[in-house]
């Protein structure tokens, strides 16, 4: 009997224990300068109270071993915590809620927290068993602006701004708009977790900035949050970029520009606009649309090699919806003076010399002569200079007339904005005073060769001539008498006075013997056996044979050989027709006649 009622007495007492209880969570975390409210319930023993008596709840820092001042309580004339005091406070009926508002809460509110609740004689307990972390970190959450992503310019449009950190029990914030496209009015303060602003977009607002700010009780603590406005316009700002030759510098230019690029080198456009919504690119020549070098890219435009043809005028065009912008640049190739000439020829009156060149633009032309500059349309007593040009090419021309010499200078310049070259004449003398070193030279040369033909023909001549006397001395049968003269008239020579030394003369080059001998055109008459005969032989050893080097028998041969070996004579055929007598005396008044020599 006496053990059933102890256990009940233990069992009731454990109850009553027990029933002390609170609901709150472990763990709370607030950024600095926001308010919020920590949820809390308690449980107590209904002993040693009436509904009559009132509750007291107090909220303490665990400071161990001993707590210092509450932070928070309901229980009048009770001291707190001066550092929460205003901030921290009881909400609700304390006999029911143990639930704790922190306003603008501070980096040094973090720490470890338990309440503490009394009520009547016997309910007086520290829940040391129920805690929660308080940890307040730095203040990082923004404002939310609403704000469509493209505003069009002239009509209105309303922008959002929250700050969503809604309790009932905590203070409102302050919210303001700032940016330059809002007016003084719109810039007041609003106490509000939401505000509105209504203005009208201009064009020049476009990436403008937009600020809504949220500030708290507690000074110095505020956030805010920024845009930047997209505002819709029309093209605008529009230039070309250029890199020539393969360099990374850019230039910029504006419409009507003209861009000159040395033939053959690479070039690169790009075309550059503002608007919004971005334009539509596109490049035209002349009118035409020109592919784009890059199809991702179409504001670029790539010509790897310039050619004159390309020349022209170039469109870059950009359009959006709202409106379109076009810019236009002239291309002109250029290239340095590529120079022809110069040269020169001997006139009657002196010396005329000519120069050419080629160039973009066309190049101008000078002529130096010593150290004289001529250069333009001149003309004197000792010279005259004419200039002429047509498209790319540029003519020039000079007249030397006295001042000639082999010591003079003589060279001509073509020169423009993108180089210059030039070329000298090197004069020399001749029969008249001035002729070029090549001309001197040939002239020399014809001349030296001639006479050496001259000579061997001469030589030729002779050989053939003794062959022939070689052959006369040969015997031949007797001849036939002549015909006795008539009466009183005198005896005939057997050769006419008009019989020539030599009648013909055929000089035949060949590189073989003759395939055949050679004919006499009319029969040879053998040498009289009077004087004149013998006089003809004493004449003939006069002639001997010359040494020379010129193509032909290398050797004479012997007389008995010269009869059979006709065909000997390689390079040349001697016709001798007949021989005049020599007289020993020549009749006075008279004079010897020659027949023509001919070439063939």
């Avoid at 950190?165 to 939401?194: K, M, Q």
């Amino acid at each position: 009997m006496f053990l059933p009622l102890f256990l009940a007495m233990l069992w009731g007492g454990s109850q009553a224990l027990d029933s002390f209880k609170l609901q709150v969570q472990e763990f709370v975390m607030v950024q600095e300068g926001l308010c919020m409210v920590v949820p809390c319930s308690i449980f107590y023993p209904s002993r040693g109270w009436s509904p009559t008596t009132p509750a007291y709840g107090f909220w303490f820092r665990d400071q161990t071993p001993k707590p210092s001042l509450p932070v928070a309580t309901n229980k009048p004339d009770q001291d707190v915590d001066t550092s929460t005091q205003g901030r921290f406070q009881l909400l609700g009926d304390p006999s029911e809620s143990c639930s704790l508002l922190i306003r603008e809460a501070h980096l040094e509110d973090s720490a470890v927290y338990f309440f503490r609740f009394e009520r009547g004689d016997y309910v007086k307990y520290n829940f040391m068993e129920y805690k929660f972390y308080l940890e307040v970190t730095a203040l990082t959450q923004k404002p939310e602006i609403y704000v469509p992503e493209i505003l069009q310019p002239g009509h209105q449009v309303t922008l959002f701004c929250a700050f969503n950190w809604i309790f009932d029990e905590c203070p409102v914030p302050t919210l303001s708009w700032i940016g330059n496209t809002v007016s003084p009015h719109e810039a007041s303060s609003r106490t509000s977790y939401f505000s509105e602003l209504t203005f009208t977009p201009r064009p020049q607002d476009h990436n403008t900035e937009l600020t809504c700010r949220v500030d708290f009780s507690r000074e110095g603590v505020s956030t805010e949050n920024t845009v930047r406005l997209s505002v819709a316009y029309a093209p605008e700002n529009l230039k070309v970029m250029v890199s020539q030759a393969n360099r990374t510098a850019l230039e910029n230019l504006e419409s009507g520009a003209s861009l000159r690029v040395l033939e053959g080198q690479s070039l690169r456009l790009l075309c550059v606009a503002h608007s919004n919504p971005p334009a539509q690119l596109s490049w035209a020549r002349l009118g035409r649309t020109v592919s784009p070098s890059q199809p991702s890219d179409p504001g670029v435009l790539e010509l790897p090699q310039i050619q004159t043809e390309q020349e022209g005028e170039f469109t870059c065009r950009a359009q959006n919806p709202l409106g379109s912008q076009n810019i236009s640049l002239s291309l002109f190739v250029v290239s340095p003076p590529q120079l022809l000439g110069p040269s020169c020829s001997q006139e009657d009156e002196g010396l005329r010399c000519s120069c050419s060149s080629r160039a973009r633009p066309a190049p101008s032309l000078r002529w130096r002569l010593g150290e004289r500059l001529l250069e333009g349309e001149l003309s004197n007593a000792s010279f005259e200079v004419a200039s002429s040009s047509a498209g790319p090419w540029a003519n020039s021309s000079l007249s030397l007339r006295e001042g000639l010499s082999s010591s003079l200078r003589l060279s001509c310049e073509a020169l423009n904005g993108h180089g210059a070259q030039s070329g000298s004449v090197l004069l020399l003398p001749d029969e008249k005073g001035l002729a070029s070193g090549a001309f001197a030279s040939g002239i020399s040369l014809g001349i030296g060769v001639t006479t050496l033909l001259f000579l061997c023909f001469i030589l030729i001549l002779v050989r053939t001539l003794r062959k022939k006397w070689t052959q006369a001395k040969v015997p031949a049968p007797a001849p036939a008498p002549a015909p006795a003269p008539a009466p009183g008239e005198a005896p005939r020579s057997r050769f006419s006075r008009r019989s020539t030394i030599l009648d013909y003369i055929n000089v035949i080059p060949k590189a073989g013997p003759l395939k055949q001998k050679a004919k006499p055109s009319s029969p040879s008459q053998p040498p009289p056996a009077d004087g004149h005969s013998l006089e003809a032989r004493k004449n003939q050893k006069e002639l001997h044979p010359v040494s020379h080097n010129c193509p032909g028998p290398k050797s004479s041969l012997p007389a008995s050989e010269a009869e059979n070996n006709q065909e000997e004579l390689h390079y040349a055929v001697l016709n001798f027709p007949g021989l005049r007598p020599w007289e020993t005396q020549r009749p006075e008044g008279t004079h010897p006649e020659y027949a023509e020599i001919q070439f063939h």
